[in-house]
């Protein structure tokens, strides 16, 4: 069937802010579906109160609501827009809920909108927990014997009736949210309230809990005519027990045998086709038992989830961008292939590659937060890494985590205590990967690891082969010594050259050099969809050890522009904004934008975004081939955050030239000493400072600044252990902990203005001209983490002579540090008087909410600056705002019931949203200045 043209404009619902559980793969999903409607002509409007989106840029739909997402919002907009259909499978559990709280209110028929997609039944269906047990045995499947509980009465009913241990899974709730296992009747009570309590529908499932069975996915697309595609099956290496969002992934299944991957195939058809009324994506998890291989059906997702934009990223296949044109009438067979550009998208992708997806958790930023993984998802981002086979894949991810690995252990951080390691087995948390290859190199028995883990044997087998690489390695003494086909092989595994030096315990420059004096260098493959069968289009790659290679770089110039990795506290989706606004703009300005990073759940990781995507870790290594093979004229580090940033100074080593700012005036803002001695020099307001190195300097320095004081470590992210101590005894104790976990850094201990206001600038600077792009005061005192902070736009409350000042002191810091493109800059105001706190020259957090909040292309205007192809006045700067713009952090602090909530200098939240007031006497602004009284009271 063709396209059905009397629908001629869509509203898209997208997931809202950032948490655990939605996080900015619904932008990636968003993006991709309004870009694809756009291409049928269709007028599409957005809805969506996250500023640090692309789906909310005017580069991606028509019309933007950066609203709540309410009812309330979207009978706001069908007043003022002629909607025909309406989109909710592109927004995660946000959108599917809030579509269907519009239609239980008739808003949709009222205003002669129809669901597209999928309708509210099949929604029902799938959610409602009962009804979707009914119908899968209905259709001949087996789901676990369960039972629905709306009451605390009939919970404990059905859990004397199914025995433990169960689990608890919540109706129309995220990411597991208030979902568990219950070993021990004791614990019953406790979980079921929980569970009750999650449920917007009051509403739990009471089910016989199968720990230890397999877990796997499936991600299919369907179309009107009933035609079904499987994309991708997804297997994960943790077992049945943790949610999957928390547990390691592999593409394609690699324990799977033909009989039971044919029969789950089968099985996730018949329950798509199934759902009535769905043209679209679909994702379905199974459990399998290890032994007989039963099946039992765990749920369907009727709408793009967190694993389709990683299944999109793996195969090389747009679902999104698919199922937004399956839900406007088109069938599969009626569309391309986006890869080959030749083929039908009615085909399944093949892959001649491994992908493994690696969870990023941050349980460092929630004190007191039980690190066990379970029926609750707990990590804040995932990266996604491609090789030829599973150890090289799974080394790569181990590399992506920024958290300081070099691989798969053979690094810094191996365990030797083999009683914790066991114990870290059973108890799955977000190291048990690494503890599994400890407890393998201490000679715990696979067979041991098995029965703790439930982990696959063959997976087991896999990380014990690096363990007896690692045996014979050790013969050698030097990298000279390494035979080439043993070097070879080596590398084919994953291991990094700061691997293999740590095992011989040598630099790793001589492991390096070595690698290369024998020719050993990285090639790059594609990702084309179909395992090299047909010929294809797309310039997307990945890195391996073979003897083709299928990047052939242009003749043109060209610009790398270094992504900002997983998402975490402190590094979010604002980030990979502002990376795809640089790559445009880079574009836009003629030159070949080349794109590295390894987030398989943003926009910036798109196939269609730059003009050569490096699906690679942001890892010195891997960078430092890419950019030999490449050439290019410089590398971007403003926009990719700390990650990028981080890699400035190797990238000046190198002699390899940096575009924008230059790494002498990066590091001078990023030392916080030296920064402190350039403002004393330049005269501009700081609080009184010193640097420690160890404990008895640093209680030197707190004496003569004086409690109470702020104490931080150098080079940092989200004021990672960011502290205000108030004597000696609090400061020798954060100082011991500073130099436990980051033994070679120094601490700087800076003089705490108790009851300061705050205050920041973020802008553009030239070398002539400097913009303000913004100045935001924030709501809650000096103290509080700026990322935690609710901040307006424009300033409420501050003098016309603070604002002067802060003024005067931004365009001297940014002459100051020569800056060539963006600066963000804090300050703290006491009685008046401003000082400054610290400046960043790169890419801020803020720098999303300011551009969409005035409605200026900053990000543009930024690349091309840093670019030198031209200066600020040849750009028409007009800033559209009426009345205040609100920056509201949001936290996920539901995942985490017993952990530490009180807000600090050290960042929190997970995300934010945008919310608009016409004057200062708005009940919501009020009660966010009634917080900042309380706050000033404690």
């Known amino acids: 069937m063709p396209k059905d043209n009397s629908i001629k404009s869509v509203l898209i619902i997208g997931s809202g802010p950032i948490i655990i559980g939605q996080a900015c793969e619904f932008d990636y999903s968003g993006s991709q579906a309004a870009r694809s409607l756009r291409e049928e002509g269709i007028t599409v409007s957005l809805i969506n109160s996250n500023p640090a989106t692309i789906m909310t840029d005017e580069v991606t739909a028509d019309h933007i609501y950066l609203w709540p997402l309410t009812v309330e919002s979207i009978v706001k907009i069908l007043e003022e827009q002629k909607i025909d259909a309406v989109l909710a499978t592109m927004g995660g559990q946000t959108a599917l809920n809030l579509a269907i709280e519009a239609d239980k209110m008739g ?87 929980r569970g009750l309590e999650a449920s917007p529908t009051h509403e739990v499932l009471v089910e016989q809990a199968v720990l230890g069975w397999k877990e796997f996915e499936l991600e299919l697309l369907r179309d009107n005519n009933d035609n079904v595609v499987i994309i991708c099956t997804v297997e994960n290496l943790d077992p049945m027990g943790i949610h999957t969002g928390d547990s390691i992934t592999v593409a394609p299944a690699m324990t799977l045998s033909d009989t039971a991957f044919q029969r789950m195939r089968d099985q996730a058809m018949t329950m798509m086709r199934s759902l009535g009324n769905f043209a ?272 052939i770089p242009s003749n043109r110039k060209k610009i790398i522009v270094l992504g900002s990795g997983p998402n975490r506290i402190g590094q979010g989706i604002e980030f990979d904004y502002c990376c795809v606004h640089g790559i445009l703009a880079i574009k836009e300005a003629g030159y070949e934008a080349i794109m590295i990073n390894c987030n398989p759940e943003t926009v910036s990781t798109d196939f269609d975004i730059a003009d050569k995507l490096y699906f690679e870790p942001i890892f010195w290594e891997h960078l430092e081939e890419i950019i030999e093979r490449e050439k290019p004229e410089g590398v971007v580090v403003q926009l990719g955050g700390q990650t990028a940033l981080k ?172 800056i060539k493109g963006l600066i963000n800059i804090q300050f703290a105001i006491k009685d008046e008087k401003v000082y400054v706190i610290e400046a960043n020259p790169r890419a801020s957090r803020t720098t999303p909410f300011i551009a969409k909040a005035y409605k200026v292309p900053y990000l543009k205007i930024a690349t091309h600056v840093m670019l030198g192809n031209k200066k600020l006045r040849d750009f028409k700067i007009e800033q559209k705002l009426e009345g205040y713009a609100i920056k509201v952090p949001v936290f996920s602090f539901n995942k985490f019931p017993n952990v530490d909530k009180n807000l600090g200098p050290e960042m929190k939240s997970t995300g934010e949203m945008i919310y608009y007031i016409k004057d200062l006497y708005d009940p919501y602004f009020r009660e966010l200045d009634r917080n900042r009284s309380m706050f000033l009271s404690r």
Not at 154 to 174: D, H, M, N, W
Not at 356 to 368: A, H, I, S
Not at 459 to 487: G, S, T, W
């Open 107 to 193: 808003v949709w028929k009222k205003y002669g909108v129809r669901m597209i997609g999928v309708d509210v039944d099949a929604i029902e269906l799938t959610e409602n927990r009962e009804a979707f047990k009914q119908h899968v045995v209905s259709l001949g499947m087996q789901v676990a014997k369960s039972q629905i509980a709306n009451s605390f009465l009939e919970g404990k009913e059905a859990a004397q009736e199914i025995g433990f241990p169960l689990v608890i899974r919540p109706s129309y709730t995220l990411g597991g949210t208030g979902g568990g296992f219950v070993m021990r009747e004791e614990e019953f009570d406790e979980a079921l309230r």
């Open 280 to 551: 679209g994506g679909c994702n379905v998890q199974f459990a399998i038992h290890p032994v007989t291989e039963e099946i039992i059906t765990v749920e369907i997702n009727p709408r793009v989830s967190r694993s389709s934009a990683l299944a999109s990223k793996a195969t090389g296949y747009p679902i999104a961008k698919i199922a937004a044109k399956l839900a406007i009438g088109y069938n599969l067979n009626e569309l391309k292939n986006q890869i080959t550009k030749t083929t039908s998208a009615f085909f399944e992708p093949v892959l001649d590659y491994v992908i493994v997806k690696m969870p990023r958790w941050n349980f460092e930023k929630f004190y007191g937060a039980d690190p066990t993984l379970g029926l609750q998802m707990k990590s804040v981002g995932e990266v996604m890494a491609i090789g030829r086979n599973f150890t090289e894949a799974l080394q790569k991810a181990c590399q992506s985590q920024e958290n300081n690995r070099s691989g798969l252990g053979a690094d810094l951080k191996e365990w030797i205590q083999t009683e914790d390691i066991l114990h870290r087995l059973e108890k799955a948390s977000d190291d048990r990967i690494y503890r599994v290859k400890d407890a393998l190199r201490l000679g715990v028995p696979e067979k041991t690891v098995h029965k703790l883990t439930h982990i696959d044997p063959w997976f087991i087998k896999q990380i014990k082969k690096l363990v007896k690489v690692e045996e014979r390695l050790l013969r050698y003494n030097v990298a000279e010594d390494i035979p080439a086909d043993f070097f070879l092989e080596l590398k084919k595994l994953g291991y990094s050259d700061a691997q293999i030096a740590w095992v011989l315990r040598i630099k790793e420059e001589e492991v390096t050099r070595q690698r290369k004096k024998l020719g050993i260098r990285r090639v790059y493959k594609m990702v084309d969809t179909c395992a090299g069968e047909f010929e294809a289009k797309t310039p997307y790659f990945y890195s391996t050890f073979d003897s083709e290679n299928e990047s």
């Open 647 to 818: 890699l400035a100074e190797k990238l000046h080593q190198k002699g390899i030239p940096i575009i924008g700012t230059d790494f002498n005036s990066m590091d001078l803002a990023e030392d916080r000493g030296r920064f402190s001695d350039l403002l004393r020099d330049l005269g501009i307001p700081y609080p009184k400072y010193g640097v420690a190195f160890d404990v008895d300097e640093a209680l030197d320095v707190a004496r003569k600044v004086g409690y109470p004081v702020l104490v931080r470590p150098s080079y940092v992210l989200g004021g990672q252990r960011m502290r205000i101590v108030i004597n000696d005894q609090e400061l020798e104790k954060h100082v011991l902990s500073i130099f436990k976990h980051m033994p070679d850094n120094k601490v700087l201990i800076d003089q705490f203005l108790e009851r300061a206001k705050e205050a920041e600038i973020d802008a553009i600077y030239d070398g002539e001209d400097f913009h303000i792009m913004g100045i935001m005061e924030h709501i809650e005192p000096a103290g509080i983490h700026s990322g935690d902070s609710s901040a307006v736009l424009p300033t409420y409350s501050l003098s016309e002579n603070v604002i002067e000042q802060m003024k005067f002191y931004g365009r001297r810091l940014a002459e100051a540090l020569n």
